[in-house]
């Protein structure tokens, strides 16, 4: 009996392929590849970072300047300073992080290519302990972040390690500056707003 084509392709996804290998292999397998999911989280830690070292240190310096005379100096970041504070700190984020992202996209590409060759054989041998030995074998040779960093950095040198990363910069720097600079705005806005209403009201 032939399960609908539906059904068929649920059970091909990735989550029900290593929930059947759970008994070849153990249940921490479930988790494989979340260590390097959580390291990238200290991308946007190091972002929003770096943009409120550069905010504080912009504002300090607008304080000093109000504060010898100059009383037209806003306390919050105009658009361009928010723009430049949001540029560097994502770019900054970007290079520290990048050689992660890079073995991170490895690590699938391999992990894929691994599964791929596994059917590939699962359907040319007949011979169910022929399939377990070349499940082993391909799973002894996957890398972990460690490892691939220490791969792509013997082969290629440090160049390596940033091989895309002028690209990665365009995609995500631009972007994320445009972001903070309409945040700023909105905060600012936000802030004014809240201030007038709640001043007194001349009588």
Request: hydrophobic fraction near 40%; glycine fraction near 4%; include cysteine.
């Amino acid at each position: 009996v032939s399960l609908p084509r539906t059904i068929s392709r649920i059970i091909e996804t990735p989550l029900f392929s290593s929930a059947a290998t759970t008994e070849k292999k153990n249940v921490l397998s479930l988790w494989k590849g979340l260590w390097p999911s959580l390291l990238l989280c200290s991308n946007p830690s190091i972002h929003y970072t770096v943009f409120d070292m550069l905010k504080a240190r912009i504002l300090q310096q607008k304080e000093q300047s109000r504060n010898n005379g100059n009383t037209t100096a806003a306390l919050s970041l105009s658009s361009r300073e928010a723009f430049l504070a949001g540029l560097i700190a994502k770019a900054v984020a970007t290079i520290v992080t990048y050689p992660l992202i890079r073995a991170k996209v490895i690590m699938i590409v391999s992990a894929s290519s691994s599964i791929k060759t596994q059917k590939k054989k699962s359907r040319d041998n007949s011979n169910n302990n022929d399939w377990s030995k070349n499940d082993n074998q391909n799973g002894n040779c996957e890398l972990g972040m460690i490892q691939t960093l220490q791969e792509i950095y013997h082969q290629h040198g440090l160049s390596g390690l940033y091989l895309g990363c002028d690209l990665q910069l365009v995609h995500t720097v631009l972007k994320s500056a445009l972001m903070m600079m309409v945040r700023e705005r909105i905060n600012a806005t936000t802030r004014r707003m809240v201030l007038a209403r709640h001043s007194p009201t001349p009588k």
